[in-house]
């Protein structure tokens, strides 16, 4: 387990400095000044860990980093403008450590730089063929989608609409990082719906241990539940206090649905990385939240 961790840390730090680096480029070649101040002030920052994936399903597939940077770039681009945009649908003031762009920039400038930086995603992937412009623009159509049904419509909604608010909001883009990361490689389309459907499992995955820590940590701060977070708790519906096993017993069988999509991959440090990554976002989350295996709610 600690050398199987010690491997995914290390190609996730060079995943992200190797995006970094090539990510400024790509905003100093957009616009005038002012224009490439927002957006690298909106790209800027975060774990990178959509680009990681990307490159680690290319690599896995037989294809090389250096085909599959652009598609990482892509959807670190996407990602970070829905951030800005979902800022300011949640009113949310503070962004990987800093005042999140519509308090620095304005809503109409942060509006606007998110949609060119979308565009730009856009035409970076061209040269994985239309297939990759059709699944981007499928995942930037889910992902407002899942954000209207969480800002506008939670009222409406019951229990039930939880895996659908995340698939849509979250999943979606951890679906795409997964699918360029096909394309990009010369697998292509052979294992495309395999990637598509890890890619979503490992976004819900994600989400669903997020939900379960913010949820445990607003018993003992008293912070206000988010829509998505109280429809969490409707959707584990715990008794005598056992939302964190039933929630980790779900969470284990998406993990291991996840493995299986890829459990057909030639035998290579990049699938070793892939089967192992659910499990291991998932406990690292866990773990850095102060929750234990055996922790019930206070």
Known sequence: ??????????????????????????????????????????????????????????QALGGTIEEAIDAAISIELVHSASLALDDMA????????????????STSKTALASLLLIAV??????????????????????????EILD???????????YIKIIELKTASLFRLASELGALASPS????????????????????????????IQHTKTGRQLDPTEQLYYQWINPTDGDLIIKTKNILEKLIQDAKKEIQNLENTKHKEILLQLPEFISRKMIEESGINKHATLP
């Not at 949640?90 to 920039?105: C, E, F, L, V």
């Not at 995603?121 to 899942?146: L, N, P, S």
């Not at 719906?193 to 913010?214: F, K, P």
């Open 90 to 105: 949640d009113m949310d003031t503070i962004r990987r450590g800093k005042p999140s762009a519509w308090i620095a920039y």
């Open 151 to 161: 800002a506008f419509k939670y009222n409406t909604l019951d229990k039930t609409s």
């Open 121 to 146: 995603a856009q035409r970076r992937v061209e040269r994985y063929g239309f297939e990759a412009i059709k699944r981007v623009i499928r995942a930037w159509e889910d992902t407002v989608k899942g």
């Open 188 to 215: 292509k389309t052979q294992y495309l719906e395999n990637a598509s459907r890890y890619g979503t499992l490992l976004g819900i995955i994600y989400q669903i241990t997020d939900d379960m820590v913010d949820y």
């Open 1 to 58: 387990m600690k050398e199987s961790d010690e491997i995914i840390v290390e190609e996730w730090v060079k995943a992200r400095k190797l995006i970094d680096t090539k990510l400024q480029p790509v905003i100093t070649e957009i616009g005038d000044a002012a224009t490439q101040e927002i957006l690298a002030y909106i790209a800027e920052g975060g774990k990178r860990f959509r680009g990681f994936l990307t490159l680690t399903m290319a």
